[in-house]
């Protein structure tokens, strides 16, 4: 991916500075959009590596498509995705997921993944379990929407350089971001990958390093 080259625009010297430090992240890791909405759920509260593991299992299992997880039982589900945490509680989350796939969209995936965002965004966020982080990730990851992703890390390291309040919302933040970048999926995917890569080697919650992170000095 190329930088986009706009003066007094912090939010893309950021992205540049990191993508000049870190290079293309190719997230998702994942093969198909359907792996990529079950690691969406999986990933809640849980670092990836075992998010990796509950994945492998269900690919063993021959579960890894919408109509083969779709006709498992949550308690199968759930024995599967073990390595995950929370099972029992994601495997519900994933059936609630699969059943809104079922009810709005006639259980055919692809419609949904073509559907328009907003309308597909309020059916992700109506599913129990589903907040606004989750959806938002399938929705760029999965479907390729210019759906700017917001976690933790994201407000963790732009109110550390003052570019958004300690208090600020997911909305607001989100809000933020688009305001201050071309609408563009490609960008959006390989920025909120950077963010997470910047906070997770360097930006950490406790004793940030920020003698050796790229984005030492800037906007200080
Ligand atoms: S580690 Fe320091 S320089 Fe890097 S993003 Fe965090 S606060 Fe900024």
Same mark, same amino acid.
């Given at each position: 991916? &190329?930088?986009?080259?706009?003066?007094?625009?912090?939010?893309?010297?950021?992205?540049?500075?990191?993508?000049?430090?870190?290079?293309?992240?190719?997230?998702?890791?994942?093969?198909?959009? +359907?792996? &990529?909405?079950?690691?969406?759920?999986?990933?809640?509260?849980?670092?990836w590596?075992?998010?990796?593991?509950?994945?492998?299992?269900?690919?063993?299992a021959?579960?890894?498509? #919408?109509?083969?997880?779709?006709?498992?039982?949550?308690?199968?589900?759930?024995?599967?995705?073990?390595?995950?945490?929370y099972?029992?509680?994601?495997?519900?989350?994933?059936?609630?997921?699969?059943?809104?796939?079922?009810? !709005?969209?006639?259980?055919?995936?692809?419609?949904?993944?073509?559907?328009?965002?907003?309308?597909?965004?309020?059916?992700?966020?109506?599913?129990?379990?589903?907040?606004p982080?989750?959806?938002?990730?399938?929705?760029?990851?999965?479907?390729?929407?210019?759906? +700017?992703?917001?976690?933790?890390?994201?407000?963790?390291?732009? !109110?550390?350089?003052?570019?958004?309040?300690?208090?600020?919302? #997911?909305?607001?933040?989100?809000?933020?971001?688009?305001?201050?970048? %071309?609408v563009?999926?490609?960008?959006?995917?390989?920025?909120?990958?950077?963010i997470?890569?910047?906070?997770?080697?360097?930006c950490?919650?406790?004793? %940030?390093?920020?003698?050796?992170?790229?984005?030492?000095?800037?906007?200080?």
């Amino acid at each position: 991916m &190329v930088e986009i080259a706009v003066p007094d625009n912090p939010f893309l010297s950021a992205f540049n500075l990191l993508l000049d430090h870190f290079g293309p992240q190719c997230w998702w890791p994942a093969e198909t959009p +359907f792996e &990529v909405m079950v690691g969406a759920v999986l990933t809640q509260n849980t670092n990836w590596g075992n998010v990796v593991k509950a994945i492998d299992n269900l690919r063993q299992a021959g579960l890894l498509d #919408y109509h083969s997880l779709a006709a498992c039982l949550p308690t199968d589900i759930a024995a599967l995705i073990r390595p995950a945490g929370y099972y029992n509680l994601k495997a519900q989350r994933l059936v609630n997921l699969l059943q809104m796939v079922a009810e !709005s969209y006639h259980g055919e995936l692809e419609a949904f993944l073509t559907d328009r965002p907003t309308s597909a965004r309020e059916n992700l966020l109506a599913v129990r379990g589903v907040g606004p982080e989750t959806a938002d990730s399938i929705l760029l990851y999965a479907c390729g929407r210019p759906v +700017f992703v917001v976690d933790m890390y994201t407000h963790r390291v732009f !109110s550390r350089h003052q570019l958004l309040a300690e208090e600020t919302d #997911y909305q607001t933040i989100q809000e933020t971001f688009v305001n201050h970048l %071309p609408v563009d999926a490609q960008l959006y995917n390989e920025y909120h990958a950077l963010i997470v890569k910047v906070a997770t080697s360097y930006c950490k919650k406790t004793n %940030p390093r920020c003698s050796l992170c790229p984005l030492q000095g800037f906007n200080h």
